[in-house]
């Protein structure tokens, strides 16, 4: 039996609540943190003006490292994270304010993408048989996950299981991110199972995870099993787990409960009055076709999916996933700008027919093909497996003729700045 907490808490700026809580779950838990403590947050993508809910917030963290001292013996805390590719970690931690809140906690930070790194085996892997980690992960004494809890437009959540996501590094983060990135994630937990996870239920995610609105919840939710935090979060989202394939392939491979008759839910409020609390989450964003948008989407299935992959083998979790990634991040800096966007049609995958579009057709990711003919006044080709997401931005701002949080002339001094820190850093740390 796996024990999973729930708290009430709905105030950030209530650090000494926060930690009180923490602290208190523990002790139930029976969580004795020692020695050189790795807490790894969710920060893959912030930003001060527009994305501001999609990481787990600072205050929180720093509430989370008090609590990790009065109840244990941590000899070091260190918080690390690699966020979304093509963004420099040390920018994501700025934006999101985690080095005054480190400072003010006592806490070291790293990034993973420049640390040096080890290669260690899996041996109930699908889709990978060994990973690089950074050291700090390989050497950690006691792991602490602090993810967010939001829904996912692809893998309909992301909590504890799917924050492993940014223990990969470039060279590996987008190895099977595609039909098999469920898989992925839960082969993942075996190299990056915590000892204990803190989630940040208190303003979770809704409609996108890079960019979401926020979803009040009120809540903090604490387990030393991530699997069984994971049903619990699933269900708050009005999820079910067997909803969540990853959430399943872990559950199958024997790392953790997902029924509620082998896990003990305690704290202060119920699963249902939880459940009712939160009530409808926006997932408008989890489907293309009902995005507010001027394209036109001829989608056909990746060639090595089968229709047992969901949605006759569409690579939801993959290209599609970056394309609405992509439309989330313009629509969230520029508000109202997918109404705007000039029309334009995108292929992605084995599309079984003809494409006729009058204008440009942009044909998204490695294995895109039309079985058909195609009439358009324009073709474009983007290459990846998958596309990257500022890949695609380029294209979609160019032929939709909206802005670009690319060009904003406010991130020409940080970003750059970031950049080259993170490029000399990983050069210093890798090679010498």
Known sequence: ?????IRRHEDYDDVAGMERILAEGMEQLGARPH???LAKPNIVFAHKRYGRYAYTQPNFMEALIGALRSTGTPTS???GERTALTVPTRYAYHQ???YPMARRAGAKITCFDEEPRERVSLE?????????LSRSIVNADYRVWAPKLKNHVSSKITCAL???IGICDS??????HDYLLEEKIADLWEVGCPDLVAVDAILGGQRNELVPTPLPIGAIIMGTNGVAVDAIGARILGLQPDDVKHLMIAHERGHGPVSLSEIEIQGDISLDELIEKVGPVDRSYNDLRTMPLNVEFFLGPHPQASCEDGDAGLCHTG?????????AILDAYDPGSLEKMRPFAVVVGRYPGDVEFDGTVILVGDCTEVEGEIKAKKIKRVKGCPVPVPFFTFHATRHGKVKSPYLDPRAFHTFPYFSALQMASKILHRLF
């Open 1 to 5: 039996m796996e024990s999973v907490i």
């Open 319 to 327: 290209c599609i996933n970056m394309l609405k990634a992509v439309f």
């Open 77 to 79: 805390v260190t918080i």
């Open 124 to 132: 109930k892997g699908s889709v990978h048989r060994s990973m690089l």
């Open 162 to 164: 799917k924050l492993n």
């Open 35 to 37: 020695g050189n403590v």
């Open 96 to 98: 999101a304010g985690y």
């Open 171 to 176: 060279d590996e983060r987008l190895v099977h």
